[in-house]
Nanobody
Framework: VQLQASGGGLVQAGGSLRLSCAAS????????MGWFRQAPGKEREFVAT????????DYLDSLKGRFTISRDNVKNTLYLQMNSLKPEDTAVYHC???????????????????WGQGTQVTVSS
């Protein structure tokens, strides 16, 4: 499955952005999906994950209440709604699909086999 993330940009602190991740080549309907981010000089960091139906999701603790992950399996698209953005949210955001055997390691980047190219989010203070 090929993933294409979009929706990033420059926003002031307190603002909002909605990221999209369009999938092609295969339906994402049965895959656990996730968002990760990487800031300059830092390790890739888990942001959020959602199960195949959208009925279960989880977030990095510091993002709970500000970010919302969702999916539309008909449109084959994953979303990340980001509200009350802070300068420390500045990073390249990547979407990912767990297309391999499920191991339960849904908070870890190595669980996900397919990755989008990333979209830059910059939050100014």
């Amino acid at each position: 499955v090929q993933l294409q993330a979009s929706g990033g940009g420059l926003v002031q602190a307190g603002g909002s952005l909605r990221l999209s991740c369009a999938a092609s080549g295969r339906s994402i309907m049965y895959y656990q999906m996730g968002w990760f981010r990487q800031a300059p000089g830092k390790e890739r960091e888990f942001v959020a994950t959602i199960n195949w139906s959208g009925g279960s999701s989880d977030y990095l603790d510091s993002l709970k209440g500000r970010f919302t992950i969702s999916r539309d399996n008909v449109k084959n698209t994953l979303y990340l709604q980001m509200n009350s953005l802070k300068p420390e949210d500045t990073a390249v955001y990547h979407c990912a699909a767990d297309t391999g055997p499920y191991t339960g390691r849904i908070y870890y980047a190595d669980e996900y086999e397919s990755w989008g190219q990333g979209t830059q989010v910059t939050v100014s203070s």
